[in-house]
């Protein structure tokens, strides 16, 4: 079944409320954040919150997230105690190469081993975030087994522009581009940026039905308001999943024939169509799965 990662919401590691509830939203993914969202002064008690909450509370089937800060700074810190409260997914920030990536990697690797960790347990997302990232996407994509995604940074990619977002978005489509054909060129999924402004629903699901477009897996978010619009943009219609079932029903009754061809609707079906289908199916059913959290 297919991993949804439809939404990734970041959780700031220094509000305890929030990371106690942030459960209750129903978000895809969740993403426990060490780096931007807190201020210098609060690091080390962001990291003590969340150590607890990983080794404390259950998150049913959520894929679970980290985003450190950089390696130059306090990453290293943060990798210690965040590979021992074992989350699915460690998200490194800013990352402009990918010997970013084996640098981090190597830095878990070495702490899996000496905590006992299978080495490889500890998965791994890289958010780009400026233009010599962008230009590396595909190396970044492809520098580690333990990526299982890439992802847009906004803000700072601007800035590293030197120009602002605009709402229609023109300055991130060769960064959105660029990221998701690197993603999926070695089969691993692409996340979007934030939409920061909360209060604009219709320009959040404009973007949404964009980046959908575009091929992205999903999107990272800063309020749970944004992750009942951000599903239905990502669900698919009763009718295309209609479609999609027949499609593989015509596929099962021509095999069970013994042909190799199979149409629907006087039209011929073939591999890739086939693919499409299938892969909507799988994100449907995923999208059913209910997950629960209970404390310990």
Known sequence: MARLRRSMMFVPGNNPGMIRDCHIYGSDCIMFDLEDSVSINEKDTARFLVYNALTRLKYGKKELVVRINSLDSLGVE?????????????????????????????????????????????????AIEGAKGVLNAYEIAKSSKR?????????????????TRSADGVELLFARQMIVNAAK???????????SDVNNEEGFIREAEL????????????????????????????????????????IAEAEARG???????????????VERARYLIERAEAANTVVTVEEV
Do not use: W
């Open 185 to 195: 060129a070695v089969g691993i999924a692409a996340l979007d940026t934030v939409y």
């Open 259 to 273: 042909s190799g061809v199979a149409s629907l609707n006087g039209k011929m079906i073939d591999k890739p169509v």
């Open 78 to 126: 943060d990798l210690e105690a965040m590979v021992r409260a074992q989350p699915d997914v460690i998200r490194l920030p800013k990352t402009e190469t990918a010997q970013d990536v084996t640098d981090c990697e190597t830095e878990i690797a070495r702490i899996e081993r000496k905590i006992g960790l299978p080495e490889g347990k500890t998965r791994m997302m890289a």
């Open 211 to 250: 980046i959908k477009k575009l091929g992205f897996d999903g999107k990272s978010i800063i309020n749970p308001r944004q992750i009942a619009p951000l599903h239905a943009v990502f669900s698919p219609s009763e009718k295309d999943l209609n479609k999609a079932r027949a499609i593989m029903e015509a």
């Open 147 to 163: 990526l299982i995604g890439i992802a847009l940074g906004a803000e700072d990619y601007v800035t590293d522009l030197k120009t």
